[in-house]
């Protein structure tokens, strides 16, 4: 009930499209969703949270959908480009609890 | 504000030698602290946890051990490092209601 499900496991998109990033989670007590952005040989860096609140949160071309009764929430990239190409991670929890993560999606963003 | 620190940020070491890696956090008191292992193109692997000074849960048995001397301080050790040992650790730090904060982590390669 911990587990944070993550999809695609690669992605690969044009310069200029929309990438898109899923999680479904099945602990209802979850309540925050966040998403992490990995650069080869970096640590993971926190790009955009959400708590289950509010249907979206966007900044810049970043933008998260949060789905409360499907259990879901995804990462939209739009406008990608070749500096989006990393690997991004979800994850969540419940206040006190250790933050569960995704298995990670590596995208690459063709110029 | 608060900042992580994690060195080295790369070592190679024989089979059978020890291992220290060190993290440190800046900025905040009694944080919750993490060390993470991730395989090439893998996900994120829970290792150790602390809440507290000498306070170490332990998510996966293995090779390795952590302590926590001090409250901004967290040690990964190894009396004998394996080959499967390889891999890149990342220490975090967080509290009980948002994202963890990654350092730089160490690529580990035992030879």
């Known amino acids: 009930q911990q587990q944070v499900k993550q999809s695609p496991q690669s992605l690969i998109v044009q310069k200029g499209g929309i ?65 989006d190409s990393a690997t991004y991670f979800c994850a969540a929890r419940t206040s006190g609890s250790r933050l569960t993560f995704g298995e990670g999606t590596q995208l690459t963003v063709n110029p | 504000s608060q900042t992580i620190h994690q060195w080295p940020a790369t070592l190679v070491q024989p089979v059978g030698s020890p291992l220290s890696l060190e993290c440190t956090v800046e900025g905040t008191s009694n944080p919750n602290l993490y060390w993470y292992r ?11 946890y602390s809440v ?9 048995p293995q090779n390795l051990s952590a302590s926590r001397p ?10 004998k490092l394996l080959l499967s040992d390889s891999g890149f650790y990342l220490c975090a730090w967080g509290d009980n209601n948002y994202g963890y904060t990654f350092g730089s982590g160490t690529r580990l390669t035992v030879v």
């Open chain 1, 19 to 83: 990438s898109i990033i899923n999680c479904a989670y099945e602990n209802t007590a979850f309540d925050y969703f966040p998403w992490y952005q990995q650069f080869p040989g970096k640590g993971p860096a926190l790009l955009i949270a959400i708590r289950p609140d509010v249907s979206e949160k966007k900044e810049g071309r970043f933008t998260i959908s949060f789905n409360k009764s499907a259990k879901q929430f995804s990462l939209h990239i739009m406008d990608s480009q070749p500096g």
């Open chain 2, 38 to 48: 991730q395989a090439a193109g893998r996900g994120l692997q829970l290792l150790f």
């Open chain 2, 52 to 60: 507290g000074i000498g306070q170490i849960s332990s998510e996966v």
């Open chain 2, 70 to 79: 001090q409250d901004r301080q967290f040690i990964l050790s190894s009396k």
